[in-house]
């Protein structure tokens, strides 16, 4: 088992920037792909962003892309995430998780989750 807890969420103004961070632990997470994912009030759980094990492939939605930036620290077994020009609508709890294989990235596809953090975007 692999324990995530994230980080570094907060109040934001519009055009701003924050950057996540997923700290793992009990198990090394060079094995395992990360990513990132948020759920909004009242909506449902939807992906952000994943990096596979070499940080070679990198993956993300298409309403973050340009604007996010997943990247990886396995020595610290670390994983980031770079938010930027974030608006209003990037408001949601973020959740670090990990898999085992890069295949599918559904939400129901992963086996580790952490707790999630928050991140609000004002006007």
């Known amino acids: 088992q692999v324990r995530l807890a994230e980080s570094g969420g907060g109040l934001v103004q519009s055009g701003g920037s924050l950057r996540l961070s997923c700290q793992a632990s009990?198990?090394?997470?060079?094995?395992?792909?990360m990513g990132w994912f948020r759920q909004a009030p009242e909506k449902e759980r939807e992906f952000v962003a994943a990096?596979?094990?070499?940080?070679?492939?990198?993956y993300y939605a298409d309403n973050v892309k340009g604007r996010f930036t997943v990247s990886r620290d396995n020595n610290r077994s670390r994983v980031y995430l770079q938010m930027d020009n974030l608006s209003p609508e990037d408001t949601a709890v973020y959740y670090c998780?990990?898999?085992?294989?890069?295949?599918?990235?559904?939400?129901?596809?992963?086996?580790?989750w952490g707790q999630g953090t928050r991140v609000t975007v004002w006007s």
């Open positions: 998780a990990g898999k085992v294989d890069l295949g599918n990235l559904r939400t129901t596809a992963w086996d580790y």
């Open positions: 009990r198990r090394p997470i060079h094995t395992l792909v």
């Open positions: 990096i596979d094990w070499s940080s070679t492939g990198l």
